[in-house]
């Protein structure tokens, strides 16, 4: 069983203990595995209280990046918890490729289609994912198609809210407790305009790029052939002391985009629902 390693507090500890019960009570678990942190807690509890009756799956396609699914294999080994992956063709689906403003709800169409059989060989297991209390108020149409597939959310169900999440991962131990949200690739590029595989690739290059250069938190957003970075504010001095000594435009240059911006508002995770 994983133990906090330092003390936490007792609203803390009894949502701990509720989202231990909750998985208890289902004799086999199918989560729904980005990687990300709320999702890894979910998985984590999962195997702590089934063992190998639960399961943690990750969908692949072109909009994870690489080196979040390398995380996500990672994190998984470090848990225990056993892991499988399966790719999701969502870029076949003009619904999703033509980037409505519902486009995640097709994603997670495509990714539970592919979860149900899955679930259902491990023993007909009960599909959970990370989703949690503060999602519920945000723009999130992939957790409609999320319900409509029968999946269920322990921590959202709990009250379970975000920063809780991050208090019990850093007390059990877990070295990515602070690891920034990531959304999915897809999220760079402005509602209506198409996503393809090559251009999540080349945002995905340049987020890498950026990443290895010391700025974990990083967006760049593209429009058109136009990449637009945003970093923290208190980051962008350094980004732009960066660019003076290290390639920056040109390697961007390389990637196939024409020009290259720095947002100055910073980052600012979902702005791009603002047209919304």
């Known amino acids: 069983m994983f133990r906090p390693q330092e003390t936490i507090s007792s609203r803390e500890a009894e949502f701990l203990q509720s989202l231990r019960e909750w ?30 009756a639960a399961l943690a799956v990750t969908g692949v396609s072109p909009a994870l990046a690489p080196h979040l699914l390398e995380e996500a ?31 995640c709800f ?89 996503i393809s595989a090559e251009r999540l690739q080349r945002v995905g290059r340049a987020e890498a790029w950026l990443i290895s250069r010391g700025f974990p938190r990083v967006r760049v957003r593209c429009q058109g052939l136009s990449a637009r970075i945003e970093v923290p504010q208190d980051c962008l001095q350094d980004l732009l002391e960066m660019s003076q000594a290290d390639p920056l435009v040109q390697t961007f240059l390389d990637l196939g985009f024409t020009s290259v911006s720095l947002d100055l508002e910073g980052l600012i995770s979902g702005k791009l629902n603002r047209e919304l």
């Open 106 to 194: 097709a994603c997670k169409r495509e990714l539970h289609l592919h979860l149900r059989p899955i679930a259902e060989a491990a023993g007909d297991a009960v599909v959970i994912d990370g989703v949690n209390r503060d999602d519920l108020g945000d723009h999130r149409p992939g957790i409609d198609a999320a319900r409509q597939a029968g999946v269920r959310s322990p921590l959202a169900e709990l009250g379970i809210d975000k920063t809780v999440i991050r208090r019990l991962s850093q007390a059990l131990g877990f070295p990515w407790w602070d690891k920034p949200a990531q959304p999915c690739l897809a999220s760079r590029f402005p509602y209506g305009e198409g």
């Open 73 to 103: 294999r990672a994190q998984a080994r470090w848990i225990g918890v056993r892991h499988r992956e399966c790719a999701t063709t969502e870029l076949q689906d003009p619904e999703y490729s033509s980037n409505p403003t519902d486009r």
């Open 23 to 52: 998985i208890r009570k289902h004799s086999t678990v199918c989560v729904a595995y980005s990687g990300g942190v709320d999702s890894t807690l979910v998985a984590a509890v999962a195997h702590e209280q089934l063992g190998d």
